[in-house]
């Protein structure tokens, strides 16, 4: 197995990312939702932060590539509910999903794509973007729909009170190695 590229954030994107983070957490704080996973240890906008430097990050790398398909990327700033598109990117008519793998703490080994069960909305694909630490990161690779269908929901939950939900849980190591034409396959 290869190893893979290894790319460094910038401060801009660490900045804008943690200021969408903020601005989505707040928003959705607002109408009572709680469909984030609460983990105390990687702090309140973690999940939102690390999401937002996926998407930014993805977005960075396909528009320098050129494609023979049109592309589009949904606002990252926060977008009423009910307005807001499901994807993260659409290449052509393939949508896509940027599932981001934050990196290990705590003794964890963040080695697994997790996508919950409760956010699922039939993307053609979805793409795992691993960081390694807080700068910098690696297009680990991509699943379509179907692989992760037949992948198999499983229970996420943790210890008695744990607010984690059932969900898709995908080996890293499984997935397809990332193309500039993935979404062709």
């Known amino acids: 197995m290869s ?17 969408v983070a903020k601005e989505r ?5 607002s109408y009572g939702t709680t469909r984030h ?3 105390e240890e990687k702090g309140e906008y973690a999940d939102e932060y690390w999401g937002m430097i996926g998407e930014m990050v993805f977005r960075k790398h396909i528009t320098h590539r050129i494609l023979d398909e049109p592309i589009f990327f949904p606002p990252l700033w ?3 509910q009910g307005e807001r598109i499901k994807y993260d ?8 999903e940027i599932k981001t793998i934050p990196p290990d703490s705590h ?11 409760g956010e699922f909305h039939n993307d053609d694909y979805y793409v795992a973007i691993k960081f390694w630490d807080e ?4 297009f680990c690779g991509y699943l379509t729909l179907k692989e992760v269908l037949d992948s198999g929901i499983v229970n996420n939950a943790r210890g008695t009170g744990g607010p984690y939900s059932e969900g898709y849980s995908i080996f890293l190591s499984d997935l397809h190695k990332m193309t500039i034409d993935f979404y062709k396959k």
Request: charged share 40%.
């Open 3 to 19: 190893k893979p590229t290894i790319h460094r954030l910038t401060t801009w994107e660490k900045e804008n990312a943690f200021k």
């Open 25 to 29: 957490r707040d928003y959705h704080r």
């Open 37 to 39: 996973w609460d983990d």
């Open 78 to 80: 926060k977008v009423p």
């Open 89 to 96: 990117a659409r290449i052509g008519d393939k949508t896509i």
């Open 107 to 117: 003794g964890k080994r963040r080695i697994r794509m997790m996508i919950k069960a």
């Open 135 to 138: 700068d910098t990161y690696s």
